[in-house]
């Protein structure tokens, strides 16, 4: 089995910043060989990609929303993948997901759900106007 468990998200205001993790744990899953991305949910909407990262952290993409506000990076060490976001808007509330590649050492970034085969339970951003 592999595990996903996000954290770090809040409520915050328009134009902060908030840090979401994602720690990786389970036999089944080497984290660093792996692609990781990082997605959202907000309510009545479909689940979009946010942010995506190779499983060497050569390649990175973002979605057109979020890009240049949103960074996505990755440590092996610890099997943990970030989301640092700043200059938040209220639309990006969200429930933010992260999930683990399904392609082993995918060396492009994966922008699709069925590109990825485990998921967190997801952490809540919430952005105040």
């Known amino acids: 089995q592999v595990q996903l468990v996000e954290s770090g998200g809040g409520l915050v205001q328009a134009g902060g910043s908030l840090r979401l993790s994602c720690a990786v744990s389970?036999?089944?899953?080497?984290?660093?060989?792996?692609?990781m991305g990082w997605f959202r949910q907000a309510p009545g909407q479909e689940r979009e990609f946010v942010a995506a990262?190779?499983?060497?952290?050569?390649?990175?993409a973002y979605a057109d929303s979020v890009k240049g506000r949103f960074t996505i990076a990755r440590d092996n060490a610890k099997n943990t993948v970030y989301l640092q976001m700043n200059s938040l808007k209220p639309e990006d509330t969200a429930l933010y997901y992260c999930?683990?590649?399904?392609?082993?050492?995918?060396?492009?970034?994966?922008?699709?759900?069925?590109?990825?085969?485990?998921w967190g339970q997801g952490t809540q951003v919430t952005v105040s106007s």
């Open positions: 999930a683990v590649g399904a392609t082993l050492y995918g060396s492009r970034v994966y922008y699709t759900a069925h590109e990825y085969d485990y």
């Open positions: 990262i190779s499983w060497s952290a050569s390649n990175t």
């Open positions: 389970g036999q089944r899953r080497t984290f660093s060989r792996y692609a």
